[in-house]
């Protein structure tokens, strides 16, 4: 691949405010920035909602010779929106250039073999929409990142951080996503054990705040 | 293989469009579960409005089961619930599913708890309700790419979802463009078998030895 001179990220979250997805996509984006790449940010939602905001979006891929796609793992995969911006993007008249793909995979497990057929889809649309994969990345636990800029949470996220700076550097030289990278981004910030724990006493305390009378295990439809 | 009772059947049907191979596996599937006795909830995605999942969890902090987002994606955790066999039609789509059939999906996330516990090596959510449904599932592809590498994800995409969905039997097919009424009809009913519903030409022969008899 050569070095990009403008990257798009496409956040495929359909969180309508700040999500853990838009927080990695948006750090890798910073640091390609200060490498003196021209950056562009779509959300998938919104992209599809409209005929106009399609165009948009295939005019931002048209133009750019790195498109980052991060989301989160719904259901094993893409979420629905982040999958039909895949289809309309496929669907479209191939690009002149060939941009080159990076696929970001977040989700609530502590363990990334969660998104590892994730990341697969997005290798083989990659091929597809005749774009050059140039690797994916897995954060598992990524409750930890909460929507949060990653900037503020360094030294909990550094691998990732460290991950996304390797990331960037690679990119922006027309490199590959490095080893290491997908090795770092891959390290559990806290032990599963413990993030369990965490992720257990959350739920109920969310639920102790908003929830409407009943019970966690409530059972509507039995 | 011991069939299943006849049950409820919920049908998602994830066309985008008119193809005809997901076609014959409908009616294939239809008419296999027709003759078994079954009830079916045929569902064709693509005819209703439903929102995409916001991932705001409401459905396990706010109404626990329930969907907060009042449209129809609300009922598929419900429809869902209410089923034995749940079935899914797709294009197979870089390896997974149509956006059709994902925005349907995505939507079952009520039926787990929001609790993370250890299970086999993996961290899962607990079912909230104690009852299962097999689960069948038919894709397509372009022809010739039966075992190309978008069939190959795909089959591991079944295979993690059950993993999570906790179907007591599963089985998927990758069916080629092209492929005709019979041969899907053929594919279809060793499918069902897979799940316990009795085939369809079983069914329409043991009626014509009946009538012999």
Redesign the interface.
Known sequence: MKAPKKALLLVGSPKPGDSTSGSLGGYLLEELEKRGVATETIRATKAVRTEEATEGLLAAVASADLVVFSFPLYIDSLPAPAIRALELIAEAPAAAGAPAFVAICQSGFPEVDHNEVAIEICRNFARDAGFEWAGGLILAAGGMVGGQPLRKLQGMMRSAVKALDLTAEALAAGRSVPDEAVRLMAKPPIPKIGYRFMANWGWRAQFKKRGRGGSLKDQPFA | MNANPPGAALLLDGR?DDDRTLAFAHDAIMDGLAAGGWAVDDWTLRDDRIA???????C???????CAHRDDGRTV??RW??SDLTIFLTPV???????EL??A??H??PIL??????RRG??RHPQ??ARRRDLLVVGTVPAGQAEG??AQ?FR??VE??TR?MQPPRWAVAVLESGAGDWEVRVAVDALLAKVGVKPARDAVDASRQEVVA
């Open positions: 985008r995409w999942c916001a991932g705001c969890f409401k396990w902090t706010q109404t626990p089961g329930v955790a419900e619930t209410h789509t870089f390896g997974g599913y149509s956006s994902k925005k999906l995505d079952v996330l708890q929001p609790f993370m516990q250890k993996e961290t909230r309700y590498p978008e994800t591991r995409l993690r979802n999570n």
